[in-house]
T-cell receptor
């Protein structure tokens, strides 16, 4: 049971480069989300999706794009990376109903030089 | 609005010491409250949760009680182990807010020495 899989684990970019962080889950969860984690800031929500074809902005969406063409995949795109986007990124998916539980991937550590 | 405030770290304890990590929250409506743990190099894992006032969440010797009167959800463990060294995050999910969105505290680093 793979759960939530993120790739890559580490990435170094130059300012202005673009890249896509991949996220896939095999639990058939409708809800998926992206967070960034910065020292002393906790986790902040970037974008989220409540199902295929439906996405919305979170707390810190600027500089990031998402799409949700399938239930399984929820990629996060940086169109023009900036040093302020240096962070650890976590993808998460959620169960439905009363026993809600958020499952996190192992994270992508991104450095933008 | 919705927010979570947890005690600043880092917290350093000897093995078998008593642990308390304070967490208070602000929320509209009736939130669910959570503690997540992050071990080095890993993503966050749910440690325990409580969905209504006076509920006590517990797991792996950790406990936290949902106190509506003090808007608190403090994490406690009677005897910590070296393996408990991790970052602990308090969080809330307000059912009236964005579906499934969790509001996180800043995290508290716990280090336990043998």
């Amino acid at each position: 049971n793979a759960g939530v899989t993120q790739t890559p684990k580490f990435q170094v970019l130059k300012t202005g480069q673009s890249m896509t962080l991949q996220c896939a889950q095999d639990m058939n969860h409708e809800y998926m989300s992206w967070y960034r984690q910065d020292p002393g800031m906790g986790l902040r929500l970037i974008h989220y999706s409540v199902g295929a074809g439906i996405t919305d902005q979170g707390e810190v969406p600027n500089g990031y794009n998402v799409s949700r063409s399938t239930t399984e995949d929820f990629p996060l795109r940086l169109l023009s990376a900036a040093p302020s986007q240096t962070s650890v990124y976590f993808c998460a998916s959620r169960t439905q109903g009363k026993n809600e539980k958020l499952f996190f991937g192992s994270g992508t550590q991104l450095s933008v030089l | 609005g919705n927010s979570v405030t947890q005690m600043e770290g880092p917290v350093t304890l000897s093995e078998e010491a008593f642990l308390t990590i304070n967490c208070t929250y602000t929320a509209t409506g009736y939130p669910s409250l959570f503690w997540y743990v992050q071990y080095p190099g890993e993503g966050l894992q749910l440690l325990l949760k409580a969905t209504k006032a006076d509920d006590k969440g517990s797991n792996k010797g950790f406990e936290a009680t949902y106190r509506k009167e003090t808007t608190s959800f403090h994490l406690e463990k009677g005897s910590v182990q070296v393996s408990d060294s991790a970052v602990y995050f308090c969080a809330l999910n307000n059912r009236g807010s964005t579906l499934g969105r969790l509001y996180f505290g800043r995290g508290t680093q716990l280090t336990v020495w043998p």
